[in-house]
């Protein structure tokens, strides 16, 4: 009985490793006479779980596009209702950013729009605080290059006493002294911080040396800590009267409600908004770099000096395109596959292969007029040379060869899967729409870019590659220069731009 039990065992386990079980010895007397062997062409054993399946094509999204409604005084509505949970998100934008900050302000729109939310209509900034927190409400104001935005999401039922406090900080800042003086030391502190972040260095400079210093791309959103010393309260009220005019508004409500019932809040808590004081003029294309006639040979390399650093920021920034260029959508595929998701180029290489960074990334930013493009990585301090020597070369392998038939089929469905992302919830629908409002593009521009991407081809991806070419760019380190500067000119990058920290050339010294 134990011989048998053990050779069930011994079979069954055979049997589980994908083998036949050898037979027990036999006696001479008992042997069989050997079998033939079995053909080569015998058939194999069918797969138990039966035949791969075929996936079917993916089906397009169209994100839905709101309502386009007429507002009070000039102000555009885009209403997108969804009743499948009792939420709804708005989005109050106003086309004024930091690309309209006076020469000598920059950081103007930043801090006007942080003032907004610091006392409004008839409450405090504390009562204000309280208020929206007693709603379960969240609310923020910021600004960005081309527009500054205005947000709320709640519960349905909170809906018309969270939009009268939106509605008030919009329409109703109070602009208290009390509040400026610590919104401003506050601000302050923070831009003298900013230096001690490397990254953050890395973006001011970047642009900075792109556009020009003192251009209204050249100089980052939340400002500089020059002019902020000499921003005073009267300049941002008078910023605030010229920009956040409802002739320049978009209101985008998405959620769980009505036509009737966002018109009735609008025309109740908005209806005696004005459009008072001059709108800032328009601003033309930023100065560029080839505007500049300049001295260097590219590629331009440009050195913040952190002494003591262990790791170094490295950057590769050159001109992008504007939001609503045609080829943007395509570049967007481009990039993808080079630094705009964890599996891309750029971050297979330095993070996975070999090991000098938490993660490398590129991006073609947004906006109205032409933009960047940059990709950017930390890396430990002892490979900034040949890091930067790899980033280099996979951008001039893109502008090259352009992607694979794999890398298109990844990016197409990556593509769609952001699509889906940014419309999946109310707050994200409505801060999309509300992109889409403060760059001036048309509430159908997703459904139109992304089609236009998923039917993008290899040959004429390959021909816009040529964007991301890293000969006519501006190379940007951050790191000791100490350590780094043998290590770059062992890569054939010649004397670097000393630059500080606030994105301004440092002019070498005479000598006596």
């Not at 204000?128 to 007693?134: F, G, M, Q, R, V």
């Not at 590659?465 to 220069?481: F, I, M, Q, S, Y």
Request: net charge neutral.
């Amino acid at each position: 009985m134990r011989a048998r039990n053990a050779g069930a065992v011994i079979a069954l386990l055979a049997a589980a490793a994908g083998c036949e079980p050898k037979a027990p010895a036999q006696s001479p007397a008992r042997a069989e006479a050997p079998r033939p062997s079995a053909p080569a062409t015998a058939a194999q054993p069918a797969d138990p779980i039966g035949p791969r399946p075929e996936l079917p094509r993916p089906q397009p999204f169209t994100p839905p596009a709101p309502v386009v409604l007429d507002g009070p005084n000039g102000a555009k509505v885009w209403l997108l209702e969804r009743h499948t949970l009792p939420i709804v998100s708005v989005s109050v934008a106003v086309a004024s950013g930091s690309a309209d900050d006076p020469k000598g302000a920059a950081g103007l729109a930043h801090i006007t729009a942080s003032m907004l939310d610091e006392g409004a209509g008839p409450r405090s900034a504390v009562e204000l605080s309280s208020a929206i927190n007693d709603l379960g409400a969240t609310l923020s104001v910021g600004a960005r290059a081309d527009g500054s935005v205005a947000t709320l999401s709640v519960l349905k039922k909170n809906f018309g006493k969270a939009f009268s406090l939106l509605a008030d900080v919009v329409a109703r800042p109070r602009f208290e002294a009390k509040e400026w003086k610590r919104v401003s030391e506050l601000w302050q502190n923070d831009l003298r911080k900013r230096g001690d972040d490397p990254t953050r260095v890395s973006a001011l400079v970047s642009t900075a040396a792109l556009y020009g210093p003192g251009t209204p791309y050249g100089h980052p959103v939340e400002g500089l800590l020059a002019d902020a010393r000499s921003i005073g309260l009267p300049a941002v009220k008078a910023f605030y009267k010229a920009a956040w005019r409802p002739d320049r508004a978009v209101i985008t409500v998405v959620g769980d409600i009505t036509r009737d019932e966002v018109m009735q809040a609008i025309s109740r808590d908005l209806g005696t908004w004005s459009a008072k004081g001059a709108a800032p003029a328009a601003k033309g294309a930023p100065a560029g770099t080839a505007q500049a006639a300049p001295a260097w040979k590219p590629p331009r390399l440009v050195l913040v000096d952190r002494p003591g650093a262990p790791q170094s920021v490295i950057g590769v920034v050159r001109e992008g395109v504007a939001a609503s260029d045609p080829r943007r959508p395509l570049l967007q595929l481009i990039n993808t596959a080079l630094g705009g998701s964890f599996t891309s180029r750029l971050n297979q290489n330095l993070r996975e292969d070999h090991g000098w960074s938490y993660g490398a990334a590129s991006a073609f930013s947004e906006t109205k007029q032409q933009g960047v493009f940059v990709a950017r990585a930390s890396v430990v301090t002892e490979a900034t040379g040949p890091a930067l020597k790899e980033m280099l070369a996979e951008l001039a392998k893109m502008a090259d060869s352009g992607l694979t038939r794999d890398e298109l089929a990844k990016v197409q469905a990556h593509d769609r899967a952001d699509l889906v992302s940014a419309y999946e919830t109310a707050n994200r629908t409505a801060q999309r729409l509300g992109t889409l409002a403060r760059l001036q593009l048309p509430e159908t521009f997703d459904g139109a870019a992304s089609e236009a991407r998923q039917k993008a081809t290899l040959a004429g991806l390959a021909e816009l590659a040529r964007a991301v070419d890293p000969k006519e760019a501006t190379l940007v380190v951050v790191g000791p220069r100490q350590e780094i500067l043998p290590q770059l000119q062992a890569i054939g990058l010649g004397e670097p731009e000393a630059w500080d920290v606030e994105g301004q050339p440092i002019q070498p010294k005479k000598a006596p």
